[in-house]
């Protein structure tokens, strides 16, 4: 995606030195636009667990591109791969919902357990044989290129879950086509009005986003749309991230108070929700920025579809029952007791503190939404309902598992 026509992606490795992976640092959008550079496993421990960068498709990249900085870092090492363990257990402890980051630091470490078969176990005095040496290097090309598959099938996958999206913003346009009427005083009566919480844009992934995936490309495909973006406390991840990069884009948008939707939806303002998802269940529950239960709860009462963009690297085909299996993460209270802003007389950020001194807060990052309202789950592999049977019938080869 662009930001001041420029295309980028949230994650890359550093076009002149590859030991170092750069990422937009989102802790200072939307004003102001800083790109960081991750050099060892303990940044990367930094960049997930403060929200450098944050979302669960870009978490689990990030995570990925830790495990090949790690394996840099742990390359002379005579103890290489009991590092790489330990690294894998930090990387997976930095934050606990999104199934991404297990995901891909698993696929990485099956990488590495298996490499670690074709290693020869004599060693010299210097704890590694030059052979060792040598494979190890080469080791680390693959690790560096799992990581980037696993960044290129997130971009795949995102750009898939926004044509099989469009089908169902398409859908809704069309009807709002037929029902406009000529002499209407609304100018765009077919807009389609689509709330969305948290981000799950592109800032959340690579590129494209899951939410925001169909959103973009019904907008690039000239279908009127306006979504509204849930400012999402105690973060604010819709007022800076999501507001911030539909305004680049160009996509029509409003950003409303948290407990809006609810209104607007019995107000017929709201044609469809879409929401990402940290972790989804076989059975279909999910897991999601805290708050985007209430949203389904309200769009259930007044009859508004609720969908859930979901790559299939954000299922967990282990778990059946989203609110006794999914780790819900719960981050410090002072998240909730002070918000950032721009001070628009100095022109700096600035923290401000929102609660009296003396009042305990609880900060819950992310709620269970039951299968049962949830209308759809958008996946690369097309929509299919919120159930086991529903999933099973996309991902035929999780029958098993
Ligand atoms: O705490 P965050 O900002 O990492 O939470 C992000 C969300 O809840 C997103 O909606 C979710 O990760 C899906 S991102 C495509």
Known sequence: MKINNTPFRTIWLHPEDEHIVQIIDQRHLPHHFVIADLRTLEDFEVAIRDMLVRGAPLIGSAAAYGMYVAALQFAASPNFYEKMGESAVRLKATRPTAVNLAYAVDRVLMLVGS?????????????????????????????????????????????????????????????????????????????????????????????????????YAAHDQGIPVHVWVDETRPRNQGASLTAFELKEHGVPHTVIADNTGGHLMQHGLVDMVIVGTDRTTRTGDVANKIGTYLKALAAADNGVPFYVAVPSSSIDWSLHNGLTDIP????????????????????????????????PAANYAFDVTPARLVTGLITERGICEASEQGLLGLFEEQSNS
């Open 115 to 215: 490499l670690a078969g074709l290693v020869p176990t004599p060693r010299d005095g210097s704890g590694q044989s030059r052979t060792t040496q040598v494979e190890i290097a080469e080791q680390i090309a693959k690790i560096r290129q799992a990581a980037s598959d696993i960044t290129e099938e997130s971009v795949a996958h995102c750009r898939s879950i926004g044509e099989h999206g469009l089908k169902l913003i398409e859908a809704i346009h069309n009807r709002k086509l037929k029902q406009a009427l000529p002499s209407s005083v609304d100018r765009q009566p077919s807009t389609v009005n689509i709330l969305t919480h948290c981000n799950a844009g592109w800032l959340a992934c690579i590129d494209h986003g899951t939410a925001t995936a169909p959103i």
């Open 328 to 359: 819900i993460e719960q981050r410090d209270a002072t998240e909730v007791h002070f918000i950032n802003g721009l001070d628009e007389k100095s022109g700096e950020v600035r923290e401000v503190r929102l609660t009296p001194q003396g009042s």
